[in-house]
């Protein structure tokens, strides 16, 4: 009897120790997704929240410069914006990449210059541990490839 409970309470034990790591590993993820999701879909305030603090500034300089051009093409966007995150690299555990692979999605690239549709392409985002939770770091996404 004691060992069947003893076997029982080991296996919860490793039950729940796996479920934990799982969680955390599929925080900096659901991060990313959920900041590529606000971002590329032009609500920026929700795509704010995702951002690690006081990193914020390369967000609203952004949001601050969109010319009167890129409001136009923004309004008449019929193509849903997709993207996948291909791949999460960990820098030590407070620092994260995650590599995003995009389909379709209105960019701007340049301060001062309209915007202009990706058809594909590959941008990294850097991330952080911040306070326990993953956030972007400065929202600024990258592209390094097509």
């Not at 995702?50 to 409001?71: H, P, R, T």
């Not at 999460?88 to 379709?104: E, F």
Request: hydrophobic share 35%.
């Amino acid at each position: 009897m004691q060992k069947k409970l003893l076997l029982a309470l080991t296996g919860l034990f490793l039950f729940l120790q796996t479920s934990c790591n799982r969680s955390e590993q599929d925080e900096p993820r659901t991060c990313a997704r959920n900041f590529c999701q606000a971002f590329f879909n032009f609500n920026y305030s929700d795509a704010l929240k995702y951002c690690a603090s006081g990193e914020a500034g390369w967000l609203k300089v952004f949001i601050s410069n969109l010319l009167q051009e890129d409001m136009d093409s923004i309004r008449h966007i019929s193509v849903t914006p997709q993207f996948n995150i291909e791949d999460i690299t960990y820098r030590g555990d407070s620092c994260a990449l995650a590599i995003i692979k995009v389909h379709s999605v209105y960019y701007f690239d340049t301060i001062g210059r309209p915007g202009h549709f990706v058809k594909e392409g590959i941008y990294n985002l850097s991330m952080i541990r911040e306070k326990g939770k993953w956030r972007i770091r400065t929202g600024d996404l990258r592209q390094n490839g097509k």
